[in-house]
């Protein structure tokens, strides 16, 4: 019980905070929606009231593996405003980046 609790509570190293920071660069659409939501306290339902898109949308945009989908650009913009952001909050998802380099 001790070693747990002496892992949960270690000061963070310097390896931590780089390995925070990838791992942050690294995320997916999905995953930075959710942190979005997560933010505000948002559940799909709210999400999707907010931004004006169908429930349905925001849920494939939200799930994992069959049945997940990225928004076309006019949904990612509408999602990016119902958080406050301009739709460059996105533009650092691995997934998003690896269709910018498809279709170069």
């Known amino acids: 019980m001790a070693e747990v609790l002496e892992t949960m509570w270690r000061p963070k190293t310097a390896a931590d905070t780089i390995a925070s920071l990838r791992s942050e ?6 995953d930075k929606l959710r942190s979005l939501m997560d933010q505000k306290g948002w559940s799909i339902e709210e999400t999707a009231k907010r931004s004006g898109l169908t429930y349905s949308s925001i849920k494939s945009y939200c799930a994992k593996g069959k049945g997940s989908r990225l928004p076309n650009l006019q949904s990612a913009v509408a999602l990016a405003k119902a958080f406050g952001h301009s739709v460059s909050v996105f533009e650092d ?3 998003v980046k690896m269709i910018e380099s498809e279709k170069q």
């Not at 660069?25 to 999905?30: G, H, L, Q």
Request: net charge negative.
């Open 25 to 30: 660069s690294a995320m997916t659409f999905r």
């Open 93 to 95: 998802c691995e997934d």
